[in-house]
């Protein structure tokens, strides 16, 4: 039986939406969605989860950014459709990324998560 790892789709964007419902389709994830503004319960629920996927556009919030002083092993990625513009939070760098690039990069970073966070890298969809 594989591992499920969590992930949580802070937002209400057609973007995250979309990428969320093919997230679901895959059995090793277990996704959440979560609409801000709610800092208490997107603490509560990124506590032990490994992805974060949430709009610049639509999120002005530290509570994203302080997730990361709880939680090291946080894979943060931010995605502004109307800018074609995904930022990731890791120690990894990455190279342009199309949406089926970042399905891909999601699934590779749920199966290992031995990145260290802290650095944020600019990627476009």
Same mark, same amino acid.
């Given at each position: 039986? &594989? /591992? ?7 937002? #209400?964007?057609?973007?995250?939406? =979309?990428?969320?419902? =093919? ?7 277990? @996704? ?7 800092? $208490? /319960?997107? &603490? +509560?629920? /990124?506590? #032990?989860? !490994?992805?974060?996927?949430? !709009?610049?556009?639509? *999120? +002005? !919030?530290?509570? @994203? ?14 995605? =502004?459709? !109307? @800018? ?5 939070? =890791?120690? +990894?760098? $990455? +190279?342009?990324?199309? *949406? ?6 999601? &699934? ?7 990145? /260290?966070?802290? %650095?944020? $890298? *600019?990627? %476009?969809?």
């Amino acid at each position: 039986m &594989k /591992a499920t790892k969590q992930i949580i789709l802070y937002g #209400n964007s057609l973007i995250l939406e =979309s990428i969320g419902a =093919s997230l679901r389709r895959l059995s090793q994830f277990e @996704v959440k969605t979560l609409n801000p503004p709610l800092p $208490e /319960a997107l &603490k +509560r629920g /990124a506590a #032990n989860s !490994d992805i974060l996927l949430f !709009d610049i556009e639509m *999120t +002005r !919030d530290e509570a @994203v950014f302080s997730l990361l002083e709880t939680n090291p092993r946080l894979l943060l990625i931010g995605i =502004s459709s !109307d @800018v074609n513009l995904v930022k990731i939070w =890791s120690g +990894r760098q $990455e +190279r342009e990324l199309s *949406t089926k690039s970042l399905l891909e990069l999601i &699934k590779r970073e749920a199966s290992d998560l031995s990145f /260290a966070s802290g %650095s944020a $890298e *600019t990627h %476009s969809l």
